[in-house]
């Protein structure tokens, strides 16, 4: 049974980081594409970061380039999103959600999300 678990939301000050992780379990993690998600109220859902099954190419928004980082740790089954930087916009629930292929990933398995706050 595919499942991913996403830990590490929480508060944090306007340029403060922090570091989310996506437990994954029941695949091969290095065989699929992952990327993370978020949504803000109100808003739509955005895709932010996603790293490909081929060769592990990352791709970013624009919002976010240059201030997030996406890797992934196959030994740990786990996949990380490096926030640092942090807007106040980047308030949202960010979802980690893996397929075959990053073309795929929006009817992928995906989780429960986890809340990030941004906020002096």
């Known amino acids: 049974q595919v499942q991913l678990v996403e830990s590490g939301g929480g508060l944090v000050q306007p340029g403060g980081s922090l570091r989310l992780s996506c437990a994954t379990s029941?695949?091969?993690?290095?065989?699929?594409?992952i990327g993370w998600f978020r949504q803000a109220p109100g808003k739509e859902r955005e895709r932010v970061a996603c790293i490909s099954s081929f060769d592990d190419s990352t791709f970013y928004a624009d919002s976010v380039k240059g201030r997030f980082t996406i890797s992934r740790d196959s030994a740990k089954n786990t996949v990380y999103l490096q926030m640092n930087s942090l807007h106040l916009e980047d308030t949202a629930v960010y979802y980690c959600?893996?397929?075959?292929?990053?073309?795929?990933?929006?009817?992928?398995?995906w989780g429960q999300g986890t809340q990030v706050t941004v906020s002096s």
């Open positions: 959600a893996a397929a075959e292929t990053i073309g795929t990933l929006e009817i992928g398995s």
């Open positions: 029941g695949f091969a993690l290095e065989h699929y594409a």
